[in-house]
């Protein structure tokens, strides 16, 4: 039965503790206001809630109740946030699929996430044929622009019943499933709950400077932390946010000037294109108030310049998704390339509140003296609840006590500074992009030609760093460099797939058999302060 108002709200309600929250307050308490800019297309909140209570009564007449998965697989858009919020009125769960994989990983994740609805961009009909007859859950599949066997999305909703359900969340339950690239060949679902999104959204405002006059950019991809995370903390502070559907550098230049754009989060490659932009430097930055970068390191020459050109408040977030994204900042003011700071620049700043970071020796278990190399532990109410239907890994991943080993490995100085040095894990970073070895080695092992392979990251002006696949070929075989890319380009996302192919005749392992990567990775980052990039 639906609930009025008068029912949901007894008075005016200004605490928001859920992500249903934010859409039922302020599309209450500010219906008039502007929520979503995307092109010439503009939602006020009032009607962003609307559509959403269209979307969440659609969907509990096809099945979806308390936890239940819903996917969405498009690029930046309105209809992101209508799923999303739909599914949050119904105390459901929105996946955002990555768009960027191939139809297998797709395929996989849709599984794997027990989704019951999908709903598919116009873009990505052709993955959604290959796929379609193996998804094994989902009763239900709608087509955004209309699809000759499938419901066009934005038809079926305008025909649903307006009025919020009325279901309430608990704390604890998930607001949001996000996928890992997988460190053993499968994704993994990170599951963040409400509690661990409310343990930061309250201290954006003081953080970021984020506010309900803010016009926020969302240029990164949502199905990420940093672009879907990113908007809800503007959200929740119930600002206009702008949608950048595909990010264009140029465009995005443009966007600023025309929007007047206040605040945005930016990976430092999308920070390094914009610096390229023709008249980039004579461009109208004066909106800008706050930028904050991360998801992958950035250089210090691009640093200085970003501070120079956008002449705006800079803020360094690191997390990762397992903490809900920030919990490591480095403020504005370390961001003076001629302070007596400025070699914070190279630090990713100190831990926000209420969080608590520790460098582990992983051999003894023991932490590290200041200034010694370990493996960043990190302990917050922002730590997820786990890994989607994986105990065994998350119980590799977050210790009795709480603590979750983030893989990277860094240093604390005397001031309580983190510094990333180095990945305990194999993990490479290309472009703000997670890519697994591991994941990228199982495809190339099933090559006819390639009798052992090594996946590694080397260093990239562009991208920051790319994978390199380092190849024993089968006695007697020939393969060229390009077929090897290109069996990886049908299989994988092509940012996990290697740009360059070197030859070996056998991979150095250690006694135990492991693969010597740090070995392998030596020649190509030799003279470099920081092995990543």
Not at 191 to 196: K, R, V
């Amino acid at each position: 039965m639906t609930a009025s108002l008068g029912d949901l709200y007894d008075s005016v309600m200004t605490a928001i503790t859920t992500t249903a929250g934010i859409v039922r307050v302020h599309g209450t308490e500010r219906a008039d206001r502007v929520s979503l800019i995307e092109g010439e297309r503009t939602l006020t909140w009032g009607q962003l809630y609307e559509r959403a209570q269209r979307v969440a009564n659609g969907f509990a007449a096809l099945g979806v109740g308390v936890q239940d998965r819903v996917a969405f697989l498009d690029k930046n858009g309105i209809a992101h946030f209508d799923v999303f919020f739909g599914a949050a009125l119904l105390n459901a769960v929105s996946v955002d699929v990555n768009w960027r994989l191939a139809a297998p990983e797709v395929e996989y994740i849709v599984n794997d996430a027990q989704a019951k609805v999908l709903v598919v961009g116009p873009d990505f009909v052709p993955i959604l044929d290959a796929i379609a007859s193996s998804l094994r859950t989902v009763t239900k599949i709608f087509v955004i622009g209309g699809h000759a066997q499938y419901d066009d999305f934005e038809t079926w909703l305008s025909k649903q019943p307006a009025g919020d359900p009325g279901v309430e969340a608990k704390a604890e339950d998930v607001a949001f499933q996000l996928y890992s690239s997988g460190t053993t060949g499968r994704p993994k679902g990170v599951m963040l709950s409400n509690n661990n999104f409310f343990a930061l959204l309250p201290v954006a405002k003081d953080i970021w400077e984020l506010s309900e006059n803010s016009v926020n950019m969302v240029a990164m991809p949502l199905f990420h932390v940093g672009g879907g995370g990113w908007a809800t903390a503007g959200m929740y502070e119930g600002c206009a946010s702008v949608i950048v559907r595909e990010l264009d550098p140029t465009a995005v230049v443009r966007l600023i000037a025309e929007k007047r754009i206040t605040h945005g989060f930016l990976v430092p490659a999308a920070l390094q294109f914009m610096l390229m932009v023709p008249g980039a430097e004579e461009a109208d930055f004066s909106s800008l108030q706050v930028i904050v970068y991360g998801a992958a390191p950035i250089s210090e020459e691009v640093l200085r310049n970003c501070v120079r050109v956008f002449k705006c408040k800079f803020w360094q977030a690191y997390g990762l998704t397992e903490t809900t994204g920030a919990v490591v900042n480095l403020p504005p003011a370390d961001h003076d390339p001629n302070g007596p700071n400025k070699h914070r620049l190279r630090s990713c700043g100190v831990p926000g509140p209420g969080v608590e970071v520790r460098i582990v020796d992983t051999d003894t278990m023991t932490d590290c003296p200041q200034g010694a190399v370990g493996e960043i532990w990190i302990r917050s109410p922002q730590v997820m609840l786990g890994y989607w239907n994986m105990p065994e890994e998350t119980a590799k991943s977050i210790t009795k006590d709480g603590w979750f080993r983030s893989g990277d490995a860094g240093y604390l100085d005397a001031d309580g500074y983190v510094y990333i040095h180095d990945r305990v894990k194999d993990m490479i970073v290309s472009g703000g992009e997670n890519v697994y070895p591991a994941e990228v080695e199982n495809v190339l092992m099933s090559h006819p030609a390639i009798a052992d392979v090594a996946v590694i990251g080397v260093p990239d002006d562009k991208w920051g760093e790319t994978p390199k696949a380092i190849v024993v070929r089968k006695p007697g075989v020939e393969v060229a460099e390009q077929e090897i890319i290109d069996f990886a380009r049908e299989r994988l996302a092509k940012f996990k797939c290697p740009t360059s192919v070197t030859w070996i005749d056998m991979l150095p392992r250690n006694p135990s058999g492991k693969i010597l990567k740090k070995d392998l990775r030596e020649p190509y980052w030799a003279g470099r302060e920081r092995r990543v990039n």
